[in-house]
């Protein structure tokens, strides 16, 4: 019988018209935030909708970046940066920092100022020489030659870098960067470096996402900005090994980051959530002892999809340009593990889906949208090529 059948007096009709309210709202927002996928064993699709072009060959590249005439920076983790024209000719650019290289460390990421046109400022990340070796992101000035780097300074570098009690420093740097839209903001992703408390520990940057401005300093609405120290700097927190960092179309910042024995993740960050690694993960340890899954532990925010078995996620943009208008606001990930080009799917609502898994032969280390609408791969080897996809067999 429903509730509405029995004589209610004023008082209480609107006590359970105010607890249907309630209800009604808790279980549209059970319903919203649905478990998140595993496509960790979709299969490749049958055939490539693409034609690869191979365009220049690079010792280890880890990270490509446009500059507006079309020519592309490229790094490779062994300490060297190129300027590379879209025929392949490449000339290196000196001035570069010197670098620890070793396993996944070395020179990392590479990317633009929002003010290119104004001061001619590139950024980079790299595992530092010497000791330390600590993540360090610094800024320098591309000369009009495009041959040498000039001013370079570090704006930021990861210390206190924790307990090395654990076996060294360890590889898992991170230090992917993503400008927000407007160019206020720097967001910088700094792996745990294989010590995985570290992600949990306040006083740490590292298993962070962080936020400054372009130019080092401490946005005063950070989440923990008057904390000071390390903590100022987070944005988020509980993150593993992230290779992966970009702004989407809407304005939603998302993050994909390799999980242990399974349970890699693609994320939508948020201010002030924390990620829930060591605690939580949909993988297990690689010794094979199991770690609690994400819903065991509510207070934690759980990935949108996640890959189990692994596909080793690596470089993420989202595509904006006119060469495959079918795939518009997609995001593609580089997947070294398994060897692949994926595409994935967003339903606006903050869900999302692999919609394609391509079999590209080689570890896909970085990709990125060239200006002409192009997709552009960087292969993850000692003789990694530079490919150019456009629309085709």
């Not at 809407?250 to 201010?271: C, R, Y």
């Not at 829930?276 to 949909?282: A, K, R």
Request: with cysteine.
């Amino acid at each position: 019988m429903s509730i509405l059948s029995f004589p209610l007096r004023p008082a209480c009709w609107r006590q359970c018209v105010a607890a249907a309210v309630l209800l009604a709202g808790a279980l549209g927002q059970a319903s919203h935030a649905a478990a998140p996928r595993n496509e960790g064993n979709r299969p490749f699709d049958k055939t490539l909708p693409f034609a690869v072009q191979p365009v220049a060959t690079f010792d280890m590249p880890w990270a490509l970046a446009f500059l507006p005439d079309g020519r592309m920076l490229v790094t490779e983790k062994t300490g060297h940066l190129y300027i590379v024209t879209a025929q392949g000719r490449k000339q290196e650019i000196k001035g570069v920092p010197a670098v620890t290289y070793s396993g996944q460390n070395g020179l990392l990421d590479v990317a633009l100022s929002p003010t290119w046109k104004d001061d001619g400022m590139i950024y980079l990340t790299y595992v530092e020489a010497g000791d330390g070796a600590n993540l360090a992101l610094a800024r320098a000035r591309l000369d009009q030659e495009g041959s040498t780097l000039r001013d370079l300074r570090v704006i930021w570098r990861a210390t206190p870098d924790g307990d090395k009690s654990g076996g060294g420093l360890g590889g898992q740097p991170g230090g992917i960067i993503a400008f927000s839209p407007d160019g206020r903001y720097l967001f910088l992703t700094s792996g745990d470096r294989m010590r995985p408390r570290t992600a949990q520990d306040p006083k740490l940057p590292l298993g962070k996402v962080l936020r400054i401005f372009p130019d080092g300093r401490v946005p005063p609405d950070n989440p923990w900005a008057r904390e000071g120290g390390a903590r100022a700097l987070m944005w988020s927190t509980g993150h593993r090994n992230p290779y992966g960092l970009a702004y989407a179309p809407d304005g939603k910042l998302w993050l994909h980051e390799m999980g242990p024995m399974g349970g890699d993740e693609l994320n939508l960050v948020q201010a002030g959530k924390n990620y829930g690694w060591p605690v939580v993960s949909y993988g297990d340890n690689y010794n094979g002892t199991p770690i609690p899954r994400p819903p065991t532990h509510p207070e934690f925010q759980e990935p949108v999809l996640y890959w189990t078995p692994v596909i080793a996620p690596a470089g993420l943009t989202f595509y904006q340009g006119k060469m495959f208008p079918q795939w518009e606001g997609s995001a593609f990930i580089g997947a070294l593990r398994s060897q692949a080009l994926v595409r994935v799917s967003f339903d606006g609502q903050g869900g999302a889906r692999e919609e394609n898994r391509w079999n590209m032969g080689a570890r896909i280390r970085d990709v990125a949208e060239g200006p002409d609408g192009a997709l552009w791969l960087l292969e993850d080897s000692s003789e990694g090529r530079l490919l150019r996809l456009t629309p085709g067999p």
